[in-house]
């Protein structure tokens, strides 16, 4: 068993956790990975309030293990979606691209805020205002990590920060896992690798692309969806790197995506004003055309499988991932090649 600062944290048996990941981490993904003793994760930054609190419920039904939520600060309805989590006394609220205001609430009922980060002055930001634990997101992950790689960026944020830190960004394996404890994380996120499991709600057809992928077949641009993030490579991605402004299916996908996210236009509008920086002002329609255009294509890869106009947002490990196992095959491996690497590490040591 490895025992590590993020599972005396969160009270789980392994250092693993589920990348939050919209429209993917389901209840059911997350409940899997629960109890196969790893640390799932609810993505509800695509969901109303009340949607929040039907799949917060759902997944208790499936599991009594500890288990978290993720959201967008950003997004819509963030603040209300927080409420919910924290009404509901979930046991994780793992957040990005904002600052947590409810850091003090959470930790009324016991519970633990984890806050995702990609460069290391905001893991210290994160820090100082009282978060639990970090995320650690590497150049290598699917969507959004910045510049800096895993290699680099864990040991940076380690020397800089003393809370639990959770590697994100290349992770599929058990040498993975003993590779992030040698940089000084306590244990991994993967988002990707828990893609290609049985339990896990992407279409087959995807799966099987990210089964025969190799680690050159991943593409990382702003185009996708109006962040710099990384997808698999397919027909569509590639169109996307090379055409323009795509103003036809901008407005088809906007109108597609607020129905999904059951958002008004003026609430659709005010969303994609939040995920820029001012610096990036005069790019405005351009962004909330590739947002909304970027989101459909993204459920067409998920839910209709889709391999000629879809795409997956996916990480650099795509070339090391080969096989579709259960949730618990796959956890209980990792574990076993992380503990045999480092066993054969401390008797080359001795």
């Known amino acids: 068993m490895l025992k590590t600062r993020m599972t005396e944290l969160f009270g789980i048996g392994h250092p693993i956790m589920l990348a939050g990941m919209n429209w993917i981490t389901e209840p059911e993904l997350v409940a899997a990975v629960s109890n196969a003793g790893g640390l799932g994760i609810l993505a509800v930054a695509r969901c109303a309030p009340e949607e929040t609190r039907k799949l917060i419920r759902e997944t208790r039904q499936l599991t009594d293990k500890p288990f978290g939520i993720n959201q967008i600060l950003i997004g ?19 957040y990005s691209l904002g600052k947590p205001w409810f850091i003090d609430q959470v930790h009324d009922y016991g519970g633990k ?6 460069i290391a002055k905001h893991a210290v930001n994160a820090a100082k205002l009282g978060c639990d634990a970090l995320v650690v997101t590497g150049h290598e992950a699917a969507a959004h990590g910045d510049a800096a790689t895993s290699l680099v960026l864990i040991p940076v944020v380690a020397s800089q920060v003393d809370i639990p830190l959770i590697a994100a ?27 290609a499991t049985k339990e896990c709600n992407v279409h087959d057809n995807f799966k099987q692309l990210i089964v025969n992928a190799s680690e050159q077949d991943t593409l990382y641009s702003h185009v996708f969806d109006g962040m710099k993030g990384r997808v698999l490579k397919t027909k569509a991605a590639l169109k996307m790197m090379q055409r323009g402004f795509p103003l036809f299916e901008a407005f088809k996908g906007a109108k597609e995506v607020k129905e999904q996210m059951n958002l008004s236009y003026p609430a659709f509008l005010a969303m994609s004003f939040k995920m ?56 209980d491996r990792t574990v076993a090649e992380a503990e045999a690497v480092i066993d054969k590490l401390n008797q080359a040591k001795a």
């Not at 603040?79 to 006394?89: M, P, T």
């Not at 805020?113 to 990609?118: K, N, Q, S, W, Y």
């Not at 040698?182 to 991994?188: E, K, R, V």
């Open 113 to 118: 805020v984890v806050g995702t980060i990609a």
């Open 276 to 331: 820029l920086g001012k610096e990036d002002e005069g790019y405005m329609p351009w962004i909330m055309a590739r947002q909304a255009v970027g989101t459909r294509r993204h459920l067409m890869a998920i839910q209709k499988g889709d391999v000629e106009e879809g795409i997956l947002f996916a990480g650099q490990n795509v070339g090391g991932i080969n096989d579709i196992p259960t949730v618990k095959e796959l956890v």
């Open 169 to 195: 960004g290349g992770f599929y394996d058990g040498r993975g896992l003993a590779a992030a404890l040698a940089l000084g994380a306590d244990g991994i996120s993967m988002g990707t690798r828990f893609i």
């Open 76 to 94: 819509a309805n963030a603040k209300e979606n927080i409420q919910v989590a924290i009404e509901e006394k979930v046991p994780i609220i793992n």
